[in-house]
């Protein structure tokens, strides 16, 4: 542990408290996965600004999000901008995303 960005951290811990059964930095048998949604088949990462510019960055991201789609599962990346100065808009579009995937909430209290 301790990859993930804390705006990852901060992304994960309102999934939960809104009720979801995400998981922070799981590891999926190729990768840590910054926020995975196994239920909805959904991994969710939170990326800083070299995943943009660096070519090389770019292209891992890619043979990532092609190993997990191998698996039936589908990657959001989020910038860790959005988070730190669009919190609430993308959570709540985030939240509509697993909505609509059907995702159920948890019953435990957070």
Avoid: C
Wanted: net charge neutral; charged share 30%.
């Amino acid at each position: 542990m301790g990859k993930a960005s804390p705006e990852a951290k901060k992304l994960w811990q309102a999934l939960r408290k809104k009720g979801f059964r995400a998981f922070y930095e799981k590891w999926d048998g190729h990768k840590t996965i910054d926020i995975a949604i196994p239920e909805v088949k959904m991994n969710i990462e939170v990326d800083g600004g070299q995943h943009n510019f660096n070519p090389k960055q770019a292209l891992a991201d890619l043979k990532r999000t092609y190993y997990s789609f191998n698996k039936g599962y589908f990657t959001l990346r989020i910038p860790n901008s959005l988070i730190r100065n669009h919190f609430d808009e993308a959570l709540n579009l985030i939240v509509e995303i697993l909505d609509e995937s059907g995702a159920q909430l948890d019953e435990d209290d957070y």
